[in-house]
């Protein structure tokens, strides 16, 4: 089906046209917006085509023997494009507020990259085989490498080898090898519902090659390949807030459930027993990064480390394994994605309005910025998992997940973690808007721009939707699981 | 049914137009024979690889002397894609040599450039197309002496000193292989390569077919740079002139690789070269210390070019080891990574010439700022250095992909990560000249340069090749694949 082609081309195309349009600003951003709606009612517009079982796929080229690079729609890549690709648009919105308030340099070069980054996180979004989702892995990578880097400053340059050594380093090192290895037992990697690896390979087989995958996937940011994440703070804000918020390290998280529900298939992880262990690496990811988050005094690194932690939760339910925690996980990367975008943009909102990236220097700050703040204590509530606001739903899911599989001590550990959340999000708004500032400092600072309140209304606002009307992504989960 | 002549003229068009060039003075004048021999030695190339890959074989006996009496020409199809693979190459380069050239190399001595350009075009067209051991041997030595020269004309004074070191390893080098060839004559009577190998004793140990082989690989080991014979070939390719640098790594080496392989499967067989000798272990070991060592030195390379030379050591290390797997997968990934490397490094050469035509230098530092200033040339720079890392869609992903595949087949999981290794470690270096080029700024701020359209053309058709065959590999793969069924089943 062509329109898989073009979910591709969209992006593809907005980046060409962004970078040769660096004289006209206007016309340039109109661009980027209206192809940024335009990709998502494209990939809404398979979700019919998704819901009655076709799965409509293209065929791009065949570089090797029966190892196509081939794009499939199917329920998980739709959900995830879904949530990509509407947080573009809103992502677009809010760097244009943000970028030109701030004055950065470059602008064409960074809408540009940001594009291709988009359409590479299409192409994991609907890949149809490991070898379509390790290429656009990669290129992932390398299109967010300038983005990381777009200041250029020594720290930049620093975490730009960061950023790059890591990722690059485990999916070479794990995710290839563990493709090769799949594609050598089975003769195939194609996604296939039931997994392909059974009958196939010993259990003790299928342990090692599931951690291959497990860690190779290095956007997942498990534990201890995580550093690159809080590293890749250095990148302006609307990076941060789409890429290393949603699209980059969900990419990850949406890697690993993809391969275990179409490569391994969910009863062989459950009955081999091998995995167990990879349960203790992302609890213990879940916890010890919500602690050093605690300590951050940095508001994006402090968000950065709450990210390496609630991708553990999806990690978990992808190792778990069962129809609950599937659940969970799926509905955990759109939540999570909605709730954390909202605080990066508040995040990036300060940093415009007031110059100021440390939690200790932000008392008060909530006088002078009433709208921010509040958005952000709706994104805190969200991403720590409680009621009226869409986290609660994914946590719930992973809680009843652990709950069928017999580990009562994860429903513990997710709690433990809910009270962490609440401890290193909440004091900020409430710091902000009860604490008394030094107030001869604060005179001068005003609201943020509005194209970014805007965007951050839009996501806090869908956060508090996505808790009363959640139904649309069970129903495209149900398709999986049964 | 085409001509056989056809191989002939491949060979003699090149040596013929030297001694022309010689005669004309004018630099101009002596590229545009160039020009028009190389392009036409590539159709005919084309013409005759088309017709192996559906014939076969394709022979030509000079003088109408049937093969073991006469020298003969035999093509199949190894070394039709070598031929074709150099010719091309050759042609894409000589396009750019022409500004680089007229740049680098006073007029009045262009005439003799282009003169060693063609003779050693000839020679490395001699030795991929002909069948006789000793014709080998004197086209290896035309081709050798020539490129002395064109290393010699490099601006630098050390070019001097790198072609004379090239030229003292060479020698023996050609020593070692005339003496092999030698043992071989001396044991059969005969030098026609096929004849040879119907010849040589089967199933009994014998000693001067043993030392022979020692010999020739030794020797050929020196021309190819395996490691440890290396040593000739950083300084080479560094100081010589860009189009020289380009040319010698995208061609030169390939074809010593071509010697080797067709001394070991054709006239040796397989089981002579891997199972009485030990060659697998020793191929094996020598070429994961090529990628590992060669790859960490050029990390610490100051000059790009010098950095570029000491990976083309390590990418020859991972075609030695697919030769090593000492099985039809492993010499599929051999041939195919000697294909695409050529298009690779080819292309990498080429951006660092343009490099050295505008910015006057290759050292790191001097790259400073080289993303803003010449866009396109950095542009090309960073695609065929990914290709060179081995990023999926690239020529160089495919090529790892079946070296990897090979591996498995053996069962030897360790080999997977030295591949992986060498990759990391050729992201560094590549990423220390990108992160130049890109995220520094030069001292003072200076305007953009862009390298002219006439250098930037070639290195983009390379860059784009390196590409191409990431995608579609009907050719690479299918050619590689074929040719290592051929050479494979020449064994008894």
Known sequence: MISLLFILLVPLATALAVSRLTAWPNVREAISLLSGGFLFALVLSLIPSVLDGSQPSYTIAEPIAGLPIQLRAEPLGVIFSATASFLWLVTTLYSIGYMRSHGASNQSRFYAFFAVAITSTMGVAFSANLFTLFLFYELLTFSTYPLVTHTGTVAARKAGRTYLSILLTTSMAFFLVAIVWTWNLSGTGDFKIGGILEDNATPFTIGLLYALFVFGIGKAALMPFHRWLPAAMVAPTPVSALLHAVAVVKAGVFAILKITIYIFGLDLIGETGMSTWLLWVASATIVIASLIALQQDNLKRRLAYSTVSQLSYIVMGAILANSNAILGATMHITMHAVGKITLFFCAGAILVASHKTRVSEMDGLGRRMPFTMAAFFVGAISVAGLPPLGGFWGKWHLALGSLDAGYSILVAVLMVSTLLNIAYLIPIPLRAFFFKGPSQEYCGIKEAPVACLLAMGITAFCSLVLFFYPEPLYQLVIEIVN | ?492
């Not at chain 2, 991929?128 to 014709?135: E, L």
């Open chain 2, 1 to 492: 049914m085409i001509d056989s002549q056809l191989l002939l003229l491949q060979v003699t068009l090149p040596l013929i137009a030297a001694p022309i060039c010689l005669l004309i003075k004018s630099g101009r004048a002596c590229w545009a024979i160039a020009f028009i021999v190389t392009i036409s030695s590539f159709s005919l190339a084309a013409i005759v690889f088309s017709y192996v890959l559906t014939y076969g074989v394709l022979e030509y006996n000079f003088g109408g002397w049937v093969a073991p009496w006469g020298i003969s020409y035999r093509v199949d199809i190894v070394n039709g894609l070598i031929a074709l693979l150099v010719s091309a190459i050759t042609t894409i380069v000589l396009v750019f040599a022409r500004t680089s050239v007229s740049n680098e190399i006073k007029n009045k001595n262009q005439s003799i450039f282009y003169t060693a350009w063609l003779l050693c075009l000839a020679g490395l067209l001699g030795i991929t197309v002909t069948g006789d051991a000793f014709n080998l041997f004197v086209f290896l030595e035309i081709s050798s002496l020539a490129s002395y020269v064109l290393i010699a004309f490099g601006q630098d004074r050390r070019a001097l000193t790198a072609s004379y070191q090239y030229l003292v390893m060479g020698t023996i080098g050609a020593t070692f292989i005339l003496i092999g060839v030698g043992l071989l004559y001396a044991m059969t009577g005969t030098l026609n390569m096929v004849d040879i190998a119907a010849r040589l004793p089967q199933g009994v140990t014998n000693r001067t077919a043993q030392t022979a082989l020692a010999f020739l690989v030794v020797g050929v080991g020196l021309k190819l740079a395996l490691f440890p014979l290396h040593l000739w070939l950083p300084n080479a390719y560094t100081f010589a002139p860009s189009a020289v640098g380009a040319f010698l790594a995208a061609t030169a080496t390939k074809v010593a690789i071509y010697v080797l392989l067709r001394f070991l499967f054709t006239v040796f067989g397989f089981n002579f070269s891997f199972e009485e000798m030990p060659l697998d272990l020793i191929f094996v070991t020598l070429g994961i210390v090529a990628v590992i060592s060669a790859s960490a030195v050029a990390i610490f390379q100051d000059n790009v070019k010098r950095m570029f030379a000491y990976s083309s050591v390590a990418q020859i290390g991972y075609m030695i080891i697919g030769l090593g797997l000492s099985s039809k997968a492993g010499l599929t990934a051999s041939i195919l990574h000697l294909f695409n490397h050529a298009w690779i490094k080819g292309g990498i050469f080429l951006a660092l010439g343009c490099v050295a035509y505008k910015l006057g230098s290759v050292r790191l530092g001097a790259l400073a700022g080289a993303g803003y200033r010449m866009p396109w040339t950095m542009a090309a720079f960073l695609l065929a250095g990914l290709s060179l890392i081995g990023v999926p869609l690239t020529a160089g992903f495919i090529s790892k992909w079946y070296l990897f595949e090979a591996a498995i087949e053996k069962d030897w999981w360790l080999m997977l990560i030295v591949i992986v290794m060498g990759s990391l470690l050729s992201l560094i270096y590549v990423w220390r000249v990108i992160e130049m080029a890109y995220l520094r700024r030069p001292d003072h701020e200076e305007e953009k340069s862009e390298a002219p359209l006439s250098l930037l053309l070639p290195t983009w058709v390379l860059v784009f090749a390196s590409f191409y065959f990431g995608l579609d590999t009907r050719l690479s793969v299918g050619v590689a694949h074929k040719a290592a069924e051929t050479l494979i089943g020449y064994s008894p």
